[in-house]
Structures are given as structure tokens and as C-alpha cells.
């Protein structure tokens, strides 16, 4: 287990790092149908949203209508693409020569799409894109170098790498708030709260299909923590449905659980003869569609 947990720390400080020579990854939608207990995949209504042997990954919804994800282009460098999915059309946010964008997503305010931005000389640190499509400007230059983050209150939790990765979040100018370290990359606001959600590296769960992490919360606000049983063996990422439901993937399929219930429900699997292992995923209950991301075979 202590050389499971060695590499996967490896893997974690350089795996933003390492994205521009991975490729290979599309985006899927498909339909899903209820909420919280009732929610379900529509697996059958799955299929590409992008089809094309760059990378195309880590998505979020902004709005009712519109996807934000980075994308490499064919020299390998990456942009914030956004996706409407009312006029089925794809726009620049960036485009940008000398440096990369990943990890796209809203900030609290609405003003601005925020992205970790790999610069000339390999700093990574957290840039804000102004939806309007004006000039970027860079929010944290003393915090690098960062892998992922969520927002809360209009500051930053975010996992800074290093030896060990840290879970920090930004209560002001040199004020870093230290939650915990050794996790992993999923870090997620948990919706309508103060709460940031986060997988674990500390204390595995052996199975027999591998290593199954702690899914752990840190409520910004009053300091508590709480553990939410554990993610599905393998697994790296998850995603809120709501304030009180999970989704997980491992493979092709996908799973729910109730924060306070140990055991991940399946949803369903998405069948494809071209693409596999969902990685990552964002669900926007207004459109009722869920993306996955998925490797090319």
C-alpha cells in the first residue's frame, strides 16, 4: 500500500504537468431524467460532443446553456473552449500561444471563467478570464504551483502541489488556510454550503478491485470536518448532484451515493466501441444533461 500511495502522489504532482503529451480524451453528453434519489442516466442517449485525437477535457457548466473545457490544439497547446448548447456552437475564450489553460470553471461572482494557467516559464497559478471576452488577469501571484481548486465566498480552495499536496484556501493576501494534505485532485465545492468535499490519500480501503479513497468535506465556515464513507476502488474524481448526492464512474459506469450512505448505487453504463474509463464528469440539472470525459481506445 505505501508504494500504491507513493506513485499515486507522483502521478497527482505531475499530472497537469504531463497533460499536453496525453491527448486522446472526448467529451460525452448524454440525457439524464430526476433529482437527488430519483435522478438516472439516460446511458442509451450518450454520444460525442467532440470527436478528435487531441485532448479535450475537464468540463464545466457555466450556465443553463453553456460548457466551458480545455482543449489542445494540434501543436499542443491548450484553450478554453465554450460549448452553447442552445445555438450547438464552439467559441475561444482563450487562444492563447505561449501558455496553457486547464481546469476551466465559473467563479462565485459570474464575472469571470477561472482556469489554472501553465505560463511561459512554468509557473502554474490561478488566472481569471473575463466572460466578456476582455483582457485576463492573474488573482493569486504568490500561491503556485497550483493542480485544481474550487470556489467559496469568492476565494479559493485550492490543492497546491509539492511534496506532500495540500488542500489550502485563500482567506486573503499571504493568508493560506491550511485544510489537510495528501489528497487527492477532486476538490468540489459541496453545493449550498461552505463545505469543500475532497478525496483522501490518508487511510485507503483495500478491495478486492483495488484502492478505494476517503471522501472527506471541511466546512470553510465553522472549521468541522466529516467523512462521507469512500469513493469507488480506482476512482479519482467525483461530482455533487446536490447538497446531499454523489456521482462516481469507474470504467464505463456510473454510480450514485447518498453523502451519508456507504454504498454507491449503479446508474448505468456507457456503451462504446471507441471510447472508455470515464474520468471526469459535470451535470447541469437545468438542462438535464451530464458530460463525461472519456479516453480513446
Known amino acids: 500500500m505505501i508504494k500504491f500511495l507513493i506513485t499515486l502522489s507522483l502521478l497527482l504532482v505531475f499530472q497537469t504537468q504531463i497533460t499536453q503529451a496525453q491527448g486522446g480524451f472526448d467529451i460525452w453528453v448524454m440525457d439524464t431524467k430526476g433529482k437527488g434519489r430519483k435522478f438516472n442516466v439516460l446511458t442509451e442517449t450518450a454520444k460525442p460532443l467532440t470527436n478528435r485525437p487531441e485532448y479535450d477535457n475537464q468540463p464545466n457548466f457555466i450556465n443553463e446553456y453553456q460548457l466551458v473545457f480545455s482543449a489542445a490544439d494540434e501543436n499542443g497547446n491548450h484553450d478554453i473552449i465554450v460549448y452553447n448548447f442552445t445555438s450547438e456552437k464552439f467559441t475561444n475564450l482563450s487562444k492563447t500561444s505561449d501558455r496553457s489553460e486547464f481546469s476551466p470553471t465559473l467563479t462565485d ?33 504568490d500561491i503556485a504551483p497550483v493542480g485544481y481548486y474550487d470556489w467559496y465566498d469568492n476565494k479559493a480552495a485550492m490543492f497546491i502541489l509539492g511534496e506532500p499536496n495540500k488542500l489550502s484556501y485563500a482567506r486573503g493576501k499571504g493568508d493560506l488556510l491550511e485544510i489537510d494534505n495528501h489528497i487527492g485532485r477532486a476538490v468540489k465545492r459541496r453545493p449550498k454550503t461552505s463545505q469543500i468535499g475532497y478525496l483522501s490519500m490518508k487511510s485507503p480501503k483495500e478491495t478486492g478491485d483495488g484502492l478505494a479513497l476517503p471522501i472527506r468535506t471541511y466546512d470553510i465556515a465553522n472549521g468541522k470536518s466529516e467523512v462521507l464513507g469512500f469513493g469507488l476502488p480506482g476512482a479519482l474524481d467525483f461530482i455533487w448532484l ?37 474520468s471526469r464528469m459535470a451535470y447541469s440539472p437545468e438542462l438535464k444533461k451530464l458530460v463525461v470525459v472519456m479516453q480513446r481506445n
Open 109 to 141: 461572482c459570474g464575472l469571470y471563467v477561472s482556469a489554472i494557467v501553465v505560463e511561459p516559464d512554468g509557473k502554474q497559478r490561478l488566472w481569471l478570464y473575463p466572460t466578456n471576452f476582455g483582457e485576463p488577469e492573474l488573482l493569486y501571484d
Open 242 to 278: 446536490d447538497s446531499n448526492y454523489l456521482l462516481m464512474a469507474s470504467g464505463n459506469n456510473i454510480y450514485r451515493k447518498k453523502s451519508n450512505h456507504s454504498e454507491w448505487e449503479f446508474l448505468g453504463k456507457v456503451e462504446s466501441s471507441t471510447h472508455q474509463n470515464i
